[in-house]
C-alpha cells in the first residue's frame, strides 16, 4: 500500500552549528537510514528520513534514539535533547519547527553551551533502612501495642505505625540530601533534586555540570559514595545531554 512507503522526518535533538553536519548511520527496526540536519540561522536540528508512522519507545528503538544523542554530544558541546518519537511529514514542517523554536534555542544555547547532565540515584540498603526504623524507640513502642491487639482493635495502631516510619524515613532522605545532594550542588551550575522512584530511593537528583569540572565532580561524588557505602547503593549515570534542565514545547504555531 502507498501508506506503507510515505516517510516522514524524525528529528533527535537540536544543536548551535552554522555547518551542515551528518552523524553516521542508525539502525531503525532492521533499516540503516542517514542522519543529516535542517538548519535556520545558527540552530539545526539533527534528524532521518523514516518510515512515517507511530514508533514505540520499545528498549531498541530508545537506545537508538539515546545513542545519535551521544554522538552528536561528542561532536558538538551545545545540544538540545529532543524526546524520543517525534515525527514530521517534511523537512520543510522541521525548518518551520525549527523557526518557531529558534527564540527558546537562542536563549538555550549559552547557558548549555559546554555543559553535561549527570545522574545520581541513591538507593537505601534493604537492612539499614530496616535498621533504621526498628531500632527507632517509638516505633517499637507501637510495634509492641499492635502486637498484643486483633486486627480489627489496632487498626488505628497500624496507621500510626506506618506514620511513625514514614516520618524516620522522611528524615532519612533529609540527611541523605544535606550530606549528598548539597555538596554536590555547589560544584554544579544548577541541580535538580527529582521526586524519589519507589519505596527505598533516598535521593533522585540531576546536575548540570561544565564538561571541564566534570572529574572534579567525579570525584565529590566518590567522596560521598565512600562515607555511604555501608548503608546505600549510588547509581550515577552520564554524561547526558541536559534532560532535566530544558523545557522545550514542540509545536508550531498555527498561521
Known amino acids: 500500500m502507498d501508506q506503507q512507503s510515505e516517510t516522514g522526518i524524525y528529528i533527535f535533538c537540536g544543536i548551535q552549528t552554522n555547518q551542515e553536519g551528518q552523524f553516521g548511520t542508525i539502525d531503525l527496526e532492521g533499516e540503516e537510514r542517514e542522519t543529516f540536519t535542517i ?6 536540528m539533527v534528524a532521518a528520513e523514516v518510515p512515517m508512522k507511530i514508533y514505540h519507545p520499545n528498549r531498541e528503538n530508545l537506545m ?9 554530544m561528542s561532536h558538538n558541546d551545545t545540544v538540545i535533547p529532543i524526546s524520543f518519537g517525534n515525527v514530521f511529514h517534511s523537512k520543510k514542517d522541521v525548518a518551520v519547527l525549527l523557526e518557531n523554536l529558534y527564540p527558546q534555542f537562542e536563549k538555550l544555547f549559552p547557558e548549555i553551551k559546554g555543559k553535561i547532565e549527570l545522574g545520581l540515584k541513591v538507593v537505601g540498603k534493604k537492612d539499614w533502612l530496616e535498621s533504621r526504623v526498628n531500632d527507632n524507640p517509638e516505633v517499637e513502642e507501637m510495634a509492641q501495642t499492635v502486637r498484643g ?15 511513625a516510619a514514614q516520618k524516620i524515613f522522611a528524615s532519612m532522605q533529609d540527611e541523605v540530601k544535606s550530606s549528598v545532594y548539597t555538596p554536590l550542588e555547589e560544584t554544579a551550575e544548577a541541580a535538580k533534586a527529582n521526586d524519589p522512584i519507589g519505596e527505598k530511593m533516598l535521593l ?7 564538561r571541564d569540572k566534570e572529574e572534579a565532580f567525579d570525584e565529590k561524588v566518590n ?20 534532560y532535566n534542565f530544558i523545557d522545550i514545547r514542540l509545536s508550531v504555531e498555527e498561521t
Open 64 to 72: 537508538m534514539h539515546q545513542n545519535v544523542i551521544s554522538t552528536v
Open 204 to 210: 533522585n537528583a540531576s546536575f548540570l555540570v561544565d
Open 223 to 242: 567522596e560521598a559514595h565512600e562515607e555511604w557505602k555501608d548503608k546505600v547503593e549510588f547509581n550515577y549515570t552520564g554524561p547526558w545531554p541536559a
Open 39 to 44: 538548519h535556520y540561522k545558527d540552530a539545526a
Open 149 to 163: 491487639k486483633s486486627e480489627a482493635a489496632g487498626y488505628y495502631d497500624r496507621i500510626k505505625l506506618g506514620g
